[in-house]
């Protein structure tokens, strides 16, 4: 079952393409109407668990929590932090029945789920907002049936599977320079770089510092040579500058969004006072996706759109108070360090002034469609693009991180349990800053981060300016994290293949064990994943363990990868104490299936995906092989790979 009920006149998100009948009552929802607010209540059964909302805070089982759907730059977080940057409002209650609700508002959502103990889903909403409800067999089908109607996946390039380094304060040539020759010298793959602010002239969108970056052109296509591509950052804010010709043409055409009296709303981001353009208008996204042309006529493939939430640091209303606000006391402080200023703004939707609170959580998912649209026209083949703000809708335009987390052992532990709900939320091509973005990363955390972001398609080790050198070979004993990033590419065919079946088929790449095995330990464990339909993997999370126990739900084989080779051996189901060296990897493939794995490279442009050996008790393998640039994507790529 899948039908849809609407309340009041909700904002069009485009979040859900496909048709869905329409219903006069929900099923399992009860539904109170007060002045302001719609609010939504469903009684839980003891076991029931609830999955879902993406990126959120706490466990996969969401059970016990509250959170809000409220788009927010919070670099501090904890499992009290009601908001981060995404705005993922669906979930799937499991149990005797199976069923989900996606609410579909771009505005803010609060959501008790059964926070204190009383066994009660609560959901407030505004009064206008589109519930879409379904029902079936199990979470997983469930959560297909979601997948299949909000659309396929984003789907980037080979290259963007490869291994990305990125800091912020890469400030010239000759740090990226730096970078290349350490991972290349020392023998660890790599096949892009991130460009972080200090590129552009003064933090300027669509400039380039051309004292620091001279002739990018010609730079970009050499380390193209190298198997490397460099990744700019593009912010929202766009500084005001007259003369500057993105300034001057989103003035002359109105393209910002405007402040109470109706002109162009001013707040301070990265580049000092900026406006921000109004990415609801058609028009406006169009040009702005446009400007991107700047840097892909150097040759540019790939981007990371940022603070585009947006990151407000001052406004012309509040003036340096959001800046200097220390630590939040309410709790709409908590949610947003600018929720002042999002009620100080309005965009023009078909000519009516909509206020910005009312749509907030939509407008980093339409920076994502406008840049996704025009680079489609502007490349002829597919690009890497991924962002920080997200609204369920983006996930075809665009990936996702998941934004400043920290180099401490809970943020990995998060990253982990935040994989399958960004997944269910069609949020595919994700992972989180590797290795952590604030704060100094260990040599230890960062090995076992990078053990599981192996799995993860977006796979990129990310710091904070100020903080350790966080690249990998700065870190004494390069060989074990050669071993670790190497596997990565030696997985490369099962990871691309699993990745492009689950975007063409409405299927997750990442879920929870509970998901395909019903026993009460893989319903509740939270640090075991499956990834594609071959592998689970039981990441090492926490500090100075050699080890850790595993759960295995049924006989399967153990894959340990220390950089010499693949070593299996069958283990039986239940309980299982392991040792995992931080030179090694385990994972473990599901009875019945395999693996393909290849000899790696340093980087994709010089892997070989079609020289294979398949590992595991399995007999054959759907391999999806291509080009790896190609925008066609078709079924008839997938080869069946048979054991010897
Ligand atoms: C934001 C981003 C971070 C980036 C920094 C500077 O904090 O989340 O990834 O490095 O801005 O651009």
Redesign the pocket.
Same mark, same amino acid.
């Given at each position: 079952m899948i039908k849809q009920v609407i309340f009041g006149d909700p904002f069009e998100t485009d979040a859900v393409v496909k048709p869905v009948e329409q219903a006069n009552k929900l099923t399992y929802w009860n539904v109170e109407d007060t002045a302001e607010k719609l609010i939504f209540r469903c009684k839980l059964s003891e076991k029931d668990i609830v999955y879902g909302l993406g990126e959120q805070v706490k466990g996969i089982n969401k059970r016990g929590g509250r959170y809000i759907s409220y788009n927010t730059?919070n670099?501090n977080h904890n499992d009290d932090s009601p908001s981060l940057?995404g705005s993922h409002n669906f979930i799937v209650v499991s149990g005797q029945q199976h069923f989900g609700a996606f609410f579909d508002t771009p505005g803010r959502i609060v959501w008790d789920i059964d926070a204190e103990g009383s066994g009660e889903i609560v959901i407030t909403t505004d009064k206008n907002v589109k519930v879409v409800e379904l029902e079936g067999d199990s979470a997983y089908a469930v959560t297909r049936d979601f997948l299949s109607i909000i659309g396929q996946s984003f789907i980037p390039p080979l290259w963007a599977f490869g291994f990305g380094q990125?800091? +912020?304060g890469y400030k010239c040539r000759r740090d990226i320079d730096n970078v290349v020759e350490g991972y290349r010298t020392n023998g660890i793959p790599l096949d892009w770089v991130?460009m972080?602010?200090d590129y552009m002239d003064r933090?300027i969108d669509f400039t380039v510092n051309s004292k620091r970056f001279p002739e990018l052109k010609a730079y970009a296509a050499a380390l193209k040579e190298k198997g490397v591509r460099l990744v700019p950052?593009i912010?929202a804010g766009v500084k005001i500058e007259p003369g500057n010709a993105t300034y001057d043409e989103g003035i002359a055409k109105g393209y910002f969004c405007t402040n109470h009296e109706g002109t162009p709303f001013k707040a301070a981001v990265?580049p000092g006072m900026t406006h921000f353009p109004d990415f609801f208008q058609p028009d406006c996204r169009q040009w702005f996706g446009n400007e991107y042309r700047k840097l892909t006529e150097l040759g540019i493939e790939g981007f +990371?759109n940022?603070?585009n939430e947006p990151?407000i640091f001052y406004s012309e209303y509040t003036g340096i108070l959001n800046a200097l606000t220390p630590a939040p006391s309410t709790e709409l402080e908590k949610e947003s360090n600018a929720y002042k200023d999002y009620r100080n703004f309005y965009h023009n939707v078909n000519g009516q002034r909509v206020l910005h609170e009312k749509v907030h959580n939509l407008y980093g998912a339409l920076m994502t469609r406008a840049a996704s649209e025009q680079l489609d026209k502007l490349l002829p083949n597919r690009f890497l693009l991924f962002s920080?703000a997200s609204y369920i809708g983006a996930h075809r335009y665009g990936g996702i991180?998941t934004?400043?987390n920290g180099s401490d052992w809970d943020h990995l532990a998060r990253n982990v349990r935040m994989m399958p709900s960004l997944n269910m939320c069609g949020f595919l091509y994700s992972g989180a800053?590797t290795g952590g973005?604030g704060g100094n990363c260990s040599r230890e955390l960062l090995l076992r981060w990078l053990a599981f972001s192996c799995f993860t398609p977006l796979m990129r080790n990310?710091?904070?300016?100020l903080t350790r050198r966080q690249e990998c070979y700065r870190y004494s004993g390069k060989e074990d994290f050669q071993s670790v990033v190497s596997l990565r590419y030696k997985l490369l065919p099962y990871i691309y293949s699993e990745f492009v079946k689950a975007a063409i088929t409405s299927d997750m790449y990442i879920k929870p064990l509970g998901f395909e095995y019903f026993d009460d330990r893989s319903l509740s464990v939270q640090d075991q994943l499956l990834v594609g339909e071959s592998i689970m993997v039981a990441p090492v999370i926490e500090k100075g363990a050699k080890g850790r126990t595993v759960w295995l739900p049924e006989e399967m084989t153990e894959v340990r990868y220390d950089g010499n080779g693949f070593v299996c051996e069958t283990v039986p189901k239940g309980e299982r104490k392991i040792k995992v060296a931080l030179n090694e990897v385990v994972f473990y493939i599901r009875k019945g299936k395999c693996v393909p794995v290849c000899k790696g490279a340093q980087c994709t442009d010089e892997l070989d995906m079609s020289d294979v050996v398949l590992i595991g008790d399995g007999k054959e393998y759907r391999c999806y092989i291509d080009d790896g640039i190609t925008k066609e994507i078709s079924e008839n790529n997938i080869v069946t790979l048979r054991k010897r």
């Open positions: 730059d670099p940057y990125s800091r +912020w991130c972080d602010i933090f950052i912010d990265w +990371w940022d603070m990151a920080r991180w934004g400043d800053d973005f990310h710091t904070a300016i």
